[in-house]
């Protein structure tokens, strides 16, 4: 399958735009704030995971409030933790993997957090898109593309990838998108795909690329 590159950068470019109507996505919006944090950072991309926005943002807050560093929240014991985080979904599941990061980064890591997608891997509860997305608003990286279910979606529907997959098209769009949007994709098609380009009945009447885009696999009935 062959993609224009310059089309995905038009779209790029138009979504950049677009976007700015939308507030941020929570763990964007917490690494903002937090740009000399790349802990706090960790662990609200652990906490966001199949969580709402909303929900991520007040748990960390909560957290935050009471432990900050992997010193201190490593002191707090599992309970304790779930009750902070309580309710993003799994929390129970997260608050285990938060207990074991910061004894992991204590003992293998000096406290920080790591600087590589291979480290950053070997801790609990992190996954590939957790891991570059650490990598991107922690470490400031621009060599990676954080995929996530929106991003999935939307770039199937696109007709940039073909793939069945997150990770398959993670891999896939390394080939496609240009370099120097590679760490922009995660905060411009998951903004979108909250606001407009929605898995059901996405709002394609209000698009702003709606004429660039294909809608492979979406009806005509949940337009």
């Not at 089309?7 to 939308?22: D, F």
């Not at 570059?132 to 991003?151: E, F, G, M, P």
């Not at 905060?187 to 690329?209: M, N």
Request: aromatic fraction near 6%; charge should be positive.
């Amino acid at each position: 399958m062959k993609v224009d590159p310059d089309r995905v950068e038009q779209i790029l470019r138009m979504l950049r735009l677009a976007i700015r109507r939308y507030e941020e996505p929570a763990v964007e919006k917490i690494a903002d704030e937090r740009t000399e944090d790349a802990f706090q950072v960790l662990i609200a991309t652990l906490l966001s995971a199949r969580t709402q926005d909303a929900t991520t943002y007040a748990a960390s807050e909560r957290l935050f409030a009471k432990a900050r560093t992997p010193q201190t929240l490593g002191k707090l014991t599992v309970r304790q933790i779930e009750r902070l985080i309580y309710p993003v979904s799994f929390y129970r599941n997260k608050a285990g993997h938060i207990k074991q990061t910061c004894q992991l980064l204590l003992d293998r890591f000096g406290g920080g957090v790591p600087k590589t997608l291979e480290e950053l891997l070997t801790l609990p509860g992190v996954g590939r898109k957790t891991a570059n997305l650490v990598l991107i608003l922690a470490h400031r990286s621009r060599k990676n593309i954080c995929v996530d279910t929106h991003v999935h979606r939307i770039s199937n529907r696109l007709g940039w990838v073909r793939t069945r997959t997150p990770e398959q098209t993670e891999r896939a769009l390394y080939g496609v998108v240009p370099p120097r949007w590679w760490a922009d994709v995660n905060l411009f098609l998951v903004t979108w795909g909250q606001q407009v380009c929605r898995p059901v009945r996405p709002r394609c009447s209000i698009c702003a690329i709606s004429r660039l885009c294909p809608r492979v696999g979406v009806e005509a009935r949940k337009i």
